[in-house]
C-alpha cells in the first residue's frame, strides 16, 4: 500500500531553520507531484508548496515564498522542504502528498497523504 512518512519536525526559535523530509513507498514516486500543506490547530489545512514530477518546475503559498524551498530525489523517492527564517506564525503540523496534477493547490486533489509531522516555531 502507497506510504508517506514526514520526518524532521521539531521545536525550534524564531529565525531558525528546518529541513522536512517526505519518503514514499508502494507507488511510482516520479508519476507523481509531490505537495506540502500544513494545518495549524483551529485552522483549515493550507496549501504551502508544490513540485513537479521531475522536479524542474515549484510553486508556492506568498506567505512561504522566499523563506522554504521544496525538492525531490526521485532516486530516493523523498521530497523535501527546506524551511529558513522560521516564524511563530508557521506552527502547524507538516503533510506531504501526492497528486496526478501540477501545480495543485487543493487539498481534496491530492491522492495520498502522509501522518504529519509537528513543526512549532517559539518567539
Known amino acids: 500500500q502507497v506510504q508517506l512518512v514526514e520526518s524532521g519536525g521539531g521545536l525550534v526559535q524564531a529565525g531558525a531553520s528546518l529541513r522536512l523530509s517526505c519518503a514514499a513507498s508502494?507507488?511510482?514516486?516520479?508519476?507523481?507531484?509531490m505537495g506540502w500543506f500544513r494545518q495549524a490547530a483551529g485552522k483549515e489545512r493550507e496549501f504551502v508548496a508544490a513540485?513537479?514530477?521531475?522536479?524542474?518546475?515549484?510553486h508556492y503559498a506568498d506567505s512561504v515564498k522566499g523563506r522554504f524551498t521544496i525538492s525531490r530525489d526521485n532516486a530516493k523517492n523523498t521530497v523535501y522542504l527546506q524551511m529558513n527564517s522560521l516564524e511563530p506564525e508557521d506552527t502547524a503540523v507538516y503533510y506531504c502528498?501526492?497528486?496526478?496534477?501540477?501545480?495543485?493547490?487543493?487539498?481534496?486533489?491530492?491522492?495520498?497523504w502522509g501522518q504529519g509531522t509537528q513543526v512549532t516555531v517559539s518567539s
Open positions: 502528498a501526492a497528486s496526478g496534477r501540477f501545480p495543485n493547490i487543493r487539498s481534496t486533489s491530492y491522492d495520498y
Open positions: 513540485i513537479s514530477r521531475s522536479g524542474g518546475s515549484t
Open positions: 508502494g507507488l511510482t514516486f516520479s508519476n507523481y507531484a
